[in-house]
């Protein structure tokens, strides 16, 4: 991921995004720009990271090994932060805004 970021911003230095947005739908995936309602991103335009995704890891609880399912999966009315990047054409979702 590290790499990805560095290699977006090296090839568009003056052209990233920072944007509050709200998840509109899961399935696909959509979401909008908080002060600009009318602008809404589509799935084909986003990448997410691990923080808001589900995945399983392995855990040592109790001196035993388990695989646990995290379930960080974006959820409608989720308001999150996302980076835009090669003007407008990627977007990345980082995490979700507390």
């Given at each position: ?15 990233i ?16 720009v ?24 392995d ?17 409608i ?8 990047f090669?003007n ?11």
């Open positions: 991921m590290v790499e990805l970021f560095k290699e977006m911003i090296d090839n568009t230095p003056n052209d995004e920072i944007l509050q947005c709200k998840v509109l739908t899961i399935s696909p995936l959509t979401i909008q908080v002060d600009q309602p009318k602008r809404q991103i589509p799935n084909d335009f986003l990448m997410l990271t691990r923080s808001v995704t589900k995945y399983k890891v855990m040592k609880m109790d001196g035993i090994i388990r695989n646990v399912e995290v379930d960080n999966a974006l959820r009315n989720d308001i999150i932060l996302v980076v835009g090669n407008a054409q990627k977007f990345v979702v980082i995490d979700r805004v507390v």
